[in-house]
């Protein structure tokens, strides 16, 4: 009698292995869930950012706004017959210009242009 329990005990572990520790155990299971799970989320980060830059390449084609606003705030452009006005925090340094200085003719002491 103790040897058929033993027998069946030895066969209930072999029965258990495949299910717990097997190639489709729980336990691979869960871990190729976890593995699921990240990749949903990394893909739902991925189409955020498709939407976005994809929006963007759609202002950039059909509206002037994205164009103007890129010029303005990366390259420090403005408008033909636009001034310009920068206000400065008491104690701050003077930005430097993003646009070249055009050159001053030479004048003397009335305002007049020197003659060559």
């Known amino acids: ?21 097997g190639k489709g155990g729980w336990l691979a299971v869960q871990d190729m869930e976890s593995q699921v799970d990240a990749m949903r989320k990394k893909t739902d980060e991925l189409k ?23 010029a303005r705030y990366e390259l420090g452009m403005i408008k033909h017959n636009e001034i310009f006005i920068q206000v400065l925090k008491k104690g701050s340094k003077e930005a430097p210009s993003m646009t070249p200085a055009k050159p001053l003719p030479d004048t003397d002491k009335t305002g007049k242009p020197l003659a060559d």
Do not use: C, F, H
């Not at 040897?3 to 299910?19: E, F, M, R, V």
């Open 48 to 70: 955020a950012r498709n939407a976005k830059l994809e929006s963007e390449v759609r202002d950039l084609k059909d509206g002037t706004g994205a164009v103007e606003e890129r």
């Open 1 to 21: 009698m103790r040897l058929i329990t033993l027998a069946l005990a030895a066969l209930l572990l072999l029965i258990q292995y495949p299910l717990w520790l």
